[in-house]
């Protein structure tokens, strides 16, 4: 994963890469840093933690210059320090290269490049591309692998590097997006991609690079989405594209598409807290005009299928990681329920590797908040392979899984920054509960039925409204509960998957174990895990299985484990057995997870405040996870 920005021309490069790599924070926050090309030499600045602490070093150790490159990290290959930061340079200075993906052959191009007397600093997979570069332009300007016409260097002076980056990059296996520049050429950046996305911003005589299109705002809307194999050459004035074999390709400039959204804190402390309290104007946002009320049914306006491929379709596979995929379960018990087509949900890390049949009347979603998770783009990616048409459920507009999928349905959830998911989570579980109207209403379900859902649909956002009142009750639990080290989170059909969720949410902020399960499983391994120690955080709705989730909650009563329990309002049953009681409103059974999901939000907020986790950027995690 990782966030890459270079620049080249008029400005002092180091002031847009800083900027440039706050904006890509959510890639990685492991380490930063920026090499810049001045005076016959590449300098660079970097350190361990985020891009403040690198700003802070170039505040007293300036790097001016008008070409350079930058990058914040997700640790893949050696720790998070200093050394193993990017950028990383080869062969006695004369490369800089920063990279995001994984070289997967990088230890034998090591040996290789040790044994030829190139001296490596760091443990990463990353520097190798900085020496093999090195050593391919050492070759190049020695003419041993020339291949670069005298002619051709007249024609273009940057021949002989061009060739030797292909050169290299052949050699490299596994995935990169990469920007390069080079102490002797001051004049030029390369960038290059081969499953890890880049970009490259068309300015007025200045040129951007950067790993998505996030930093260019403000700065130029001429954009160019590089392809896989694809390198481009720029200059301040100029923008070659080329094909690592197939030699010139023309760019085609895009306009830039990016939500640039509120990004201010708006006077919460952190983002996080400040997306959970959106989500009732996120789910009204992924309504708006969706509903289609005199039909009965939701309306679309990007599947781009035809009538006679929607009806054909015979079955249906959600896909994602992580909070998406929890939403995708959700999704497949709504869409069985109200449109009884048989749904799948595969993390996108397996299916992109498995082999399963899939018949041509198969639908596959993507479901991803940044529309960059590698595995579900790779998913999608192999589903296509196999002429299977894929749509995407996308938070962010211009991403590779939007641009790639067919079809798709965006959030408009407007730009989520805390690390942890929150207000895309209940906006996909939305945008699926409308998908499973649509399709109910084409297959068998009633125009009454549609009415009542639709009127259920349009209750949420104020019930949500009124959830987030439960913050007081939730600190109160979360300042008892603050030192347990173990929690569970049981909840059964529509509300496991909020269970698993509200479990996620406690591991990825506050470090804490917990262990999302359906409730009657629980008796079945996890209940030798409950003691006077570990809390249960159960979900209780009213609704059918309303007495099967108590007779759950009393067998770990019973073993003298502590109850959480979140209760619909009017509940007074719980409260006489439950050590702690969270009320919420009450809608329509299917759609009472998306309520139920915010004081587990709350809860995982408080624990992690409380014991003074980095909420909006917990540790190893990142927001975009762009490697597999
Ligand atoms: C990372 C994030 C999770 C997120 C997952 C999928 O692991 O930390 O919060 O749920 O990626 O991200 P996506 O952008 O595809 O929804």
């Given at each position: 994963m990782c966030g890459i920005v270079g620049y080249i021309g008029p400005r002092e490069a180091g002031e847009f890469l800083v900027e440039g790599l706050r904006r890509l924070e959510y890639r990685g926050y492991d380490s930063a840093g920026i090499a810049v090309v001045e005076g016959g030499r590449v300098g660079v600045s970097k350190t361990t933690g985020r891009v403040d602490a690198l700003n802070r070093q170039l505040l007293l150790d300036p790097l001016p210059?008008?070409?350079?490159?930058?990058?914040?990290?997700?640790?893949?290959?050696?720790?998070?320090?200093?050394?193993?930061?990017?950028?990383?340079?080869?062969?006695?200075?004369?490369?800089?290269?920063?990279?995001?993906?994984?070289?997967?052959?990088?230890?034998?191009?090591?040996?290789?490049?040790?044994?030829?007397?190139?001296?490596?600093?760091?443990?990463?997979?990353?520097?190798?591309?900085?020496?093999?570069?090195?050593?391919?332009?050492?070759?190049?300007?020695?003419?041993?692998?020339?291949?670069?016409?005298e002619t051709e260097i007249r024609r273009n002076p940057h021949a002989t590097l061009v060739a030797a980056v292909r050169t290299a990059l052949a050699q490299l296996r596994g995935t990169?997006?990469?920007?390069?520049?080079?102490?002797?050429?001051?004049?030029?950046?390369?960038?290059?991609?081969?499953?890890?996305?880049?970009?490259?911003?068309?300015?007025?005589?200045?040129?951007?690079?950067?790993?998505?299109?996030?930093?260019?705002?403000?700065?130029?809307?001429?954009?160019?989405?590089?392809?896989?194999?694809?390198?481009?050459?720029?200059?301040?004035?100029?923008?070659?594209?080329?094909?690592?074999?197939?030699?010139?390709?023309?760019?085609?400039?895009?306009?830039?598409?990016?939500?640039?959204?509120?990004?201010?804190?708006?006077g919460f402390d952190h983002y996080m807290l400040k997306e959970i309290h959106e989500?009732?104007?996120?789910?009204?946002?992924?309504?708006?005009?969706?509903?289609?009320?005199?039909?009965?049914?939701?309306?679309?306006?990007?599947?781009?299928?035809?009538?006679?491929?929607?009806?054909?379709?015979?079955?249906?596979?959600?896909?994602?990681?992580?909070?998406?995929?929890?939403?995708?379960?959700?999704?497949?018990?709504?869409?069985?329920?109200w449109a009884r087509i048989p749904v799948e949900v595969e993390y996108a890390s397996e299916l992109r590797y498995r082999n399963p049949p899939v018949d041509p009347n198969t639908l596959v979603f993507a479901i991803s908040q940044s529309g960059e998770t590698a595995d579900t783009l790779g998913a999608i990616r192999e589903m296509k392979r196999t002429g299977h048409r894929t749509l995407a459920i996308c938070n962010v507009v211009a991403s590779s899984i939007a641009q790639e999928a067919d079809g798709g349905v965006f959030l408009h959830a407007g730009p989520e920054i805390g690390v942890a998911s929150t207000k895309a989570y209940s906006a996909q579980c939305m945008v699926l509960a409308m998908l499973a109207l649509?399709?109910?209403?084409?297959?068998?379900?009633?125009?009454?039925?549609?009415?009542?859902?639709?009127?259920?649909?349009?209750?949420?956002?104020?019930?949500?409204?009124?959830?987030?009142?439960?913050?007081?009750?939730?600190?109160?639990?979360?300042?008892?509960?603050?030192?347990?080290?173990?929690?569970?989170?049981?909840?059964?059909?529509?509300?496991f998957p909020t269970a698993l969720e509200g479990?996620?949410?406690?591991?990825?902020?506050?470090?804490?174990?917990?262990?999302?399960?359906?409730?009657?499983?629980?008796?079945?391994?996890?209940?030798?895990?409950?003691?006077?120690?570990?809390?249960?955080?159960?979900?209780?709705?009213?609704?059918f299985v309303y007495d099967k989730v108590?007779?759950?909650?009393?067998?770990?009563?019973?073993?003298?484990?502590?109850?959480?329990?979140?209760?619909?309002?009017?509940?007074s049953r719980v409260a006489q057995v439950a050590d702690d009681v969270i009320t919420v409103p009450k809608v329509s059974e299917p759609l009472q997870p998306l309520i139920n999901v915010v004081p587990l939000q709350l809860l995982a907020y408080h624990v992690a405040l409380l014991r003074g986790c980095d909420v909006d950027k917990p540790r190893n995690l990142a927001k975009s996870v762009t490697v597999e």
């Open positions: 210059g008008h070409v350079g490159i930058g990058h914040t990290r997700w640790a893949t290959h050696g720790a998070a320090n200093d050394e193993n930061a990017h950028p990383h340079v080869g062969g006695m200075g004369a490369v800089a290269i920063v990279h995001n993906g994984v070289i997967e052959n990088y230890a034998v191009l090591r040996e290789g490049l040790e044994s030829e007397g190139y001296v490596f600093q760091s443990e990463t997979d990353s520097e190798v591309i900085a020496h093999l570069i090195a050593n391919c332009l050492e070759r190049q300007m020695a003419g041993v692998s020339v291949g670069v016409s990169y997006g990469l920007a390069i520049v080079f102490r002797d050429f001051p004049d030029v950046m390369i960038a290059a991609r081969l499953g890890s996305p880049l970009v490259v911003g068309v300015g007025h005589d200045e040129h951007f690079v950067a790993s998505d299109a996030l930093p260019l705002s403000g700065y130029t809307e001429k954009i160019v989405y590089l392809a896989d194999h694809q390198l481009a050459v720029v200059t301040a004035k100029t923008l070659r594209v080329v094909h690592r074999e197939f030699g010139a390709v023309k760019p085609s400039v895009e306009v830039l598409q990016v939500d640039t959204g509120d990004r201010t804190l708006n989500q009732p104007e996120s789910i009204r946002n992924a309504m708006r005009g969706r509903l289609d009320i005199e039909n009965a049914t939701a309306t679309f306006g990007g599947l781009n299928l035809t009538p006679q491929q929607l009806s054909s379709i015979n079955r249906i596979i959600l896909t994602g990681c992580g909070t998406s995929w929890h939403a995708g379960l959700l999704g497949e018990y709504l869409i069985e329920e649509y399709f109910g209403r084409m297959r068998h379900l009633g125009f009454e039925a549609g009415r009542q859902i639709i009127d259920d649909f349009q209750q949420i956002p104020q019930k949500m409204q009124e959830a987030l009142s439960t913050n007081a009750q939730v600190q109160r639990v979360a300042q008892k509960y603050r030192d347990a080290s173990n929690f569970l989170y049981l909840g059964r059909q529509y509300n479990a996620l949410k406690l591991k990825e902020i506050s470090y804490v174990h917990a262990e999302g399960y359906p409730a009657a499983e629980m008796k079945h391994g996890p209940i030798a895990l409950v003691d006077a120690q570990t809390p249960s955080v159960f979900i209780v709705p009213q609704g108590m007779a759950n909650l009393e067998e770990v009563k019973a073993r003298g484990g502590p109850v959480i329990a979140v209760v619909q309002d009017g509940d």
